[in-house]
């Protein structure tokens, strides 16, 4: 089996070269990359917007490019939107240690106060949710509202790749070979419809993954990070909370939204569909549409006999 796993790695690991970085995102957007080093990492983040403030956090994998499509018209409904690539991912620093929950917490509120913001709204996609709720639960002070998106933290489907990353010598191998190709195929098998992925949506993920340091920043996250850590924990949450999941995901099948969002006191549960993993990604306007008004009405109050039941928007 290992054998297997490993000639069909090398089959789809070809390396091609990464766009320059002058083509990478935000270029091309009006918006400006900028650099901030806080709890001994460099994060790369941009922001946009005036008002209460709205930080977005990536999934596995990915960076800042995965809310390209939800900055700007989060932005324009009156909030300041802030996203970053977290530690190990896109620009940002890959050092070797820092990636299991509790750390990616503390950047987190690091973070914050490096760009001065006491409390906000966290949007978390994938394992970001199971950050944002993380925080939620060390540092309920620190978050105005939740938005968890086909969040990990009762537990996930992860691609093969990520599997045989976990073999002590296999897996080293298996990241050693990334490629392009291989990084395509990952990122479809995250959406419902997989034509809907462009060949710049593969270049814009493929550019980290090409850097030296990702295979290492991969297999210290999958060695350290718990994409279970919630379970037993949900009923710290206290903060009003809106859970959002792609009815065709794979990666985090819906039972375990409904499940999430049973767990969270008051917490508002819809799901859309034809959407998989990649929800922002894939629905934009609809995830968009839900979390503005979850943003404008919901944090006063969010009905609690709201929570479990299936909504199409």
Known sequence: MRLRAAALLLAAGCRAAPIAEAAR????????ARFVTVAGTRLRYI???????????????????????NLQPIAAAGFRVVAFDNRGFGESDKPATGYDNAAYADLLCAFLDSLR?????????????????????????????LVLIDAAGLGARLPLLFHIARWP??????????????TERILKSTYADPS???????????????????????????RDF?????????QQIATPTLVLWGEEDRQIPLPLGRALAAGIAGSAF??????????PEEAPEVTNRIVIKFLREGLARVPPDLALRRHSP
């Open 25 to 32: 995102f935000p270029a091309g957007t009006g918006l400006a």
């Open 226 to 234: 718990r994409f279970d850590a919630l379970r037993g924990r949900l």
């Open 270 to 279: 819809l799901s859309i569909p034809h959407a998989g993993h990649a929800v």
């Open 196 to 222: 809907k992925v462009t060949p710049e949506d593969v270049d814009q993920y493929y550019a980290p993954v090409a850097q030296p340091g990702y295979g290492r920043a991969v297999r210290a996250v999958l």
């Open 169 to 182: 010598v296999l897996g080293a191998l298996a990241l050693g070979v990334r490629g392009r190709g291989l």
């Open 47 to 69: 922001e946009t917007g005036t008002g209460p403030p709205v930080v977005l956090l990536h999934g596995l994998g990915a960076s800042m490019y995965a809310w390209r499509k």
């Open 117 to 145: 913001i006491s409390e906000a709204v966290l949007v978390g996609h994938s394992m970001g949710g199971a950050i944002a709720a993380e925080v939620a639960i060390r540092y309920p002070h620190r978050v105005r509202g």
